[in-house]
């Protein structure tokens, strides 16, 4: 399906840079473009004269003869474009005003403002990439970490969708086999049928679990490794953000108990993304706006995938302290044994180790300890919980509801296959299944998802 209308869209960030690039695509984009597009001899350049995936020197003018940018024009015919389309951008200098210019002559010439997001939408609806791709565009884009970026990009070659449409494909047979023996139980046998389907539930139900599984993995690598800072008050929380952040943003005081809130900072550290947060000092208080703060930071802590327990080295053990690791007990993390800048009151073969945390000598404010710190939490994520390699990770919200709601359908495949149940109650949770992960792939999902999915993006993509 193509569309009649030729949009276009400053491409680049709206910042001024060097060049900017303005994205055309439709079946009239190069003859818009040609509109406005010169020769050094002013002569109009015929772009759909011109072999694909070249580019095009010349300049831009406001009518023949007042030139207002020297530009480049790459052509790109479809299909074998970005929208699958008639695509032609416009190197250009970066200026805001230029820009401008040029996009408004192209509105004069015919075009349209392209809707955010319409550019990646059209190459989905036009059948060139499937919906897991589009959205792995805007993971790009968004990307924060190296993985991160690994990730998204073999979401965009197509890994999601090839598992996907793989899956589909044997529960689609299945589904046809069924629906013919029922039809026709004369002709067509079914008993062989329970054995076959036994195994290839068993097949699709390991390896959704296991896609689901991994996506937990996927989450962390988008968003980042949720890391509470935990502590009572004055340890050097706090500070602890700031040393790590190597910055001055957290609110550094000797009051105890200032933290009333959360505070959230990312730090890239090796190639994965943490997400640091200060929470409030965890101790007994009368003080209700405090004890908010305290039950925001026991909230954050069990939803932490790792917390950094800090402990002050300069004063004694206190009940509080063993209080703070008693609740970190079940998530994995490190106990800092702070300020040993200062002389030490406790000492470190004191603190009770639960669940085998590494205690790392440190100071917040010589950074005595970071090196081993930032190593250690590395090391404990990339090895030992963060298993990345080539396999597929589902991170996006949308995709894991849908492989969610596939693996419950098969599951109830699963237990109707265990307890025998007559092959014509089948039929229903195969094709449940079949629905859910067409949805992640984008065959099987309502018009205003769509819409939905693409106004989150950026203008121009
Ligand atoms: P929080 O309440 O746990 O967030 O503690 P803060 O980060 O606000 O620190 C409390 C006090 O301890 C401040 O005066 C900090 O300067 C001090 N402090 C924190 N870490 C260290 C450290 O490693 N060495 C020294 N000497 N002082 C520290």
Redesign the pocket.
Known sequence: MFYQDTIAAIATSSKDGSISVIRVSGTQSYEIVSGIFYNKNMRSIDLSACETHTIQYGYICRDQGTILDEVLVLVMKGPRSYTAEDVAEIQCHGGYMVCQTILELLMEKGARIAEPGEFTKRAFLNGRIDLSQAESVMDLIQAKSDIAIKNSISQLRGSVKRKIVQLREMLLEDIAFLEAALDDPEHISLEEFPLRMREHTLYLKNELEHLLQNSQNGQLIKEGIKTA?I?????????????ILRSER??????????RDTLEEEVRIGSTLFRFI?TA?IRETEDTIENIGIEKAKKEMKQADLVIC?I?S?SELQEEDLYVLRQAEECPGVILY?????PTVTDISMIPSYDNKKIIS?????G?GLDELEHYINELFIENKIHYNDEIYITNARQKESLADALESIGQLWNSIEMEMPEDLYSIDMINAYESLGKIIGETVEDDIIDKIFKDFCMGK
Do not use: M, Q
């Open positions: 800072i502590g009572k008050p004055n340890v050097g929380k706090s500070s602890f953000l700031n040393c957290a609110i550094v005081t000797d009051i105890p108990g200032t933290t200060d000092g800090i002050d300069g702070n300020k040993v800048d200062l440190f100071s917040a404010v010589t005595e």
